[in-house]
C-alpha cells in the first residue's frame, strides 16, 4: 500500500472512531465495529494506533484541536492588535464556521461520556491539548483584569470564556433538528461571533472597573 493509500486507512479509522466512540461511548464500541465502519481489517487499528486505548487518544486530541483551535484562522490578531481584537479572535477561533458543524456535536458527547465513565484518556492530552488552550484564554482575558487578580479568579475567567464559546457547538444537533431558534450557516455563525464577543466586553470591562 502507497503512503495515500496508507493516510486514508488511518483518515478512515479515526472518523469511524470517532463517529463510534462519540454514539456509544469507549466501552461500548468494539474495534471490531470500528474497523467495519471504516471498511479495513481488525490487524489495521494495531498498525495505526497500536491498541483501542491509544485510538481512543488519539481521537479525543484530534476532537479537542478542533473545538478549541484558535490559531486555526487565517485572520487571527497578532499580538499588536488591541485586547478586543484579540478577544475576538480567540472567540472566532471556537465557535464554529457553521452552527451545523457535525464535528463540533461530536466533540461535545465524546466528553459527555468521558465524564460519565471515565477512562483516564483527558491525563493524556491534558499538557499537550487542553492546557495550551487554556493558557491562551488566560492571556486573552488578562489585559481586562486588575494586575492583582489572583491566580484561581483567572483561570475561572478563562474557563468561563471557552464555555461562552463551546456551548454552541453543543448545540449544533439541537439546531439542526429545529429545536433551537437559532438560525443556521455561515454567515450566522460571524453573527453570533459578533454577539458573544459584545456580551464578553460587557462582562470583562464592567470586571475591570
Known amino acids: 500500500m502507497d503512503r495515500v493509500g496508507r493516510q486514508n486507512t488511518k483518515e478512515r ?8 466512540f462519540a454514539e456509544r461511548g469507549f466501552h461500548n464500541a468494539t474495534v471490531r465495529d470500528i474497523a467495519a465502519r471504516a471498511n479495513t481489517n481488525l490487524a489495521s487499528i494495531n498498525y495505526y494506533f497500536r491498541s483501542k486505548d491509544d485510538l481512543y487518544r488519539e ?18 490578531p497578532a499580538e499588536a492588535d488591541s485586547r478586543e481584537d484579540r478577544l475576538k479572535g480567540f472567540i472566532r477561533g471556537i465557535i464554529p464556521k457553521s452552527i451545523e458543524d457535525g464535528e463540533g456535536a461530536q466533540h461535545m458527547r465524546l466528553l459527555a461520556w468521558e465524564m460519565l465513565s471515565p477512562t483516564g484518556a483527558l491525563d493524556h492530552i491534558e499538557e499537550t491539548e487542553i492546557k495550551p488552550h487554556l493558557d491562551r ?3 486573552v482575558v488578562r489585559p481586562f483584569l486588575a494586575p492583582d487578580t489572583p491566580a484561581a479568579d483567572l483561570a475561572a475567567a478563562a474557563l468561563w470564556l471557552v464555555g461562552q464559546c463551546l456551548i ?42
Open 13 to 20: 479509522l479515526l472518523e469511524a472512531a470517532r463517529g463510534l
Open 59 to 76: 481521537v479525543l486530541s484530534h476532537s479537542f484541536r478542533k473545538a478549541i483551535d484558535t490559531d486555526d484562522h487565517g485572520d487571527a
Open 137 to 139: 484564554a488566560k492571556e
Open 168 to 209: 454552541f457547538r453543543g448545540l449544533a444537533e439541537r439546531v439542526r433538528l429545529g429545536f433551537m431558534p437559532i438560525p443556521t450557516g455561515a454567515d450566522h455563525a460571524e453573527r453570533l461571533v459578533a454577539l458573544v464577543t459584545d456580551l464578553s466586553l460587557r462582562g470583562l470591562v464592567s470586571k475591570s472597573l
